[in-house]
């Protein structure tokens, strides 16, 4: 079975994962994420990917920082159209509910998570009904849905235990969830083989 490693940012790419993977890139955020994971499976139409495993880091104030996390479900926290009396998290008149659940494999802990377009930190987590925040998967996954492929998260856990002041606050810990979530991969790997 193939699989597709999907990936927001080259600063997450280090060298335990690059001698294992060759990710697709899809730049930060839920927009960039969906429109390559988007164009990334049309143009497999084909011969689709058995899997889509979307890895890299994410924030967490309640998780073990430099933790490696699959999400067992995912929400879109930037969805609010409860003035009109749609749940948070809930796309109007989509039959789908506010969080997902998602693919996972055994061996790797879980965790929630949710998925939008800024970065939490602090007080913001007040806010946040899941263990892990992203900027991507929510929209990989409807990417995956729309294709029939199933989605597998990783995360390592970057930041979260302290306030975010400066891009270092997240790139501090990179080169351990790297070597991490590489380990993961060979896993994920071995359980698909056989």
């Known amino acids: 079975m193939t699989i597709l490693y999907v ?3 080259e600063a997450e790419y280090g060298p335990h994962l690059r001698a294992r993977i ?4 899809t730049g930060v955020g839920p927009v960039e994420a969906a429109i390559a994971v988007t164009r990334a499976l049309g143009e497999r139409s084909g011969a689709l990917p058995g899997l889509v495993v979307s890895l890299g880091s994410a924030g967490s104030r309640v998780l073990e920082q430099c933790g490696i996390y699959q ?3 995912v929400s879109y926290r930037d969805m609010d159209a409860s003035a009109l009396g749609f749940p948070k998290g809930q796309t109007p008149f989509l039959d789908l509910p506010p969080v997902l659940p998602l693919h996972t494999v055994p061996g790797i802990a879980t965790a929630s ?5 800024n970065i939490v930190s602090g007080a913001a987590y007040d806010g946040i009904d899941a263990e892990m925040v992203d900027m ?9 849905q729309a294709y029939g492929v199933p989605l597998l998260a990783l995360r390592g856990i970057s930041d979260g235990a302290d306030e975010l002041g400066h891009v270092d606050d997240w790139t501090r810990y990179l080169h351990v969830i790297d070597e991490k979530l590489a380990a993961a991969v060979d896993l994920i790997a071995a359980s698909y083989r056989g």
């Open 7 to 9: 990936m927001a940012a």
């Open 22 to 25: 060759a990710p697709l890139m």
């Open 71 to 73: 999400a067992s479900s």
């Open 113 to 117: 998570l949710s998925t939008g377009g």
């Open 136 to 144: 991507e998967t929510y929209a990989v996954l409807r990417a995956c």
